[in-house]
C-alpha cells in the first residue's frame, strides 16, 4: 500500500530565504509525482508534475527533483517571499487512471 | 479558459438530510475525480469517472454516497442520509484523456458541515 509522508509539518522562515519541502513515498511504482500549493479555504493549485521518467522539474523560482528508486521528492523554492505562504501537498499518481495518493502537507509561513 | 468548478462553496446541513455537490471540469476534460479531506486527515480519492462511465469507485466510504455524470459533462455527489463524519472538504478534478501522464486540475473545493 502506497504511503506518502511530508517533513516537516510545518515551517516558518525570514523572507529571502530558500524553502526546502521533502516528500517520501513508499512505492517507487509511481507514474508522476506532482506538487500543488493550497492557500486557506481555497483550492489546489498545480505547481508541477514530474514524469517517472524525469529527474527534475523548473518553473521560475520553484525546482522540483524526483529520485523515484529511493522515493523522494524534494520542493525548492528560492528566495522566499510572504506570498509564499501556504500549505505545500505532494502527492503521486499510483495507476495510469491518474489516481492520487496525497501527503498530509507542509505549511509554510514566510515572515517579512 | 474556465478551469473545475464545484457549486456550492459552502453547505451546513443537519443529520439525516441531504446533499448534493456539483462539479464542472474543464471542457474536454474526459477525466473527472472526486477526492474529500475530513478533519485532520490526507486527502482521499473516492472515484473517477472516464465520461460518463465510472472507472475506479473504491474510495467511495459508503452507499451512502451516489456520484453521477450523465452526459459525461458535469458530475454530481449525492449524501444521503448525511452523517457527522461526512463532515470535510469535497474536491473536485479534472484531467485530459492522456493515461498516466495527465495533470489534474482542482477545483476550490465545497465544504460540507454536517451538524
Known sequence: KQEVTQIPAALSVPEGENLVLN????DSAIYNLQWFRQDPGKGLTSL??????QREQTSGRLNASLDKSSGRS???IAASQPGDSATYLCAVMTDS?????FGA???VVVTP | EAGVTQFPSHSVIEKGQTVTLRCDPISGHDNLYWYRRVM?????FLLHFVKESKQDESGMPNNRFLAERTGGTYSTLKVQPAELEDSGVYFCASSSPNRGIGELFFGEGSRLTVL
Open chain 1, 23 to 26: 516528500c517520501s513515498f513508499t
Open chain 1, 48 to 53: 508541477l508534475l514530474i514524469q517517472s521518467s
Open chain 1, 74 to 76: 524534494t520542493l525548492y
Open chain 1, 97 to 101: 487512471w491518474g489516481k492520487l495518493q
Open chain 1, 105 to 107: 502537507g507542509t505549511q
Open chain 2, 40 to 44: 485532520g486527515k490526507e486527502i482521499k
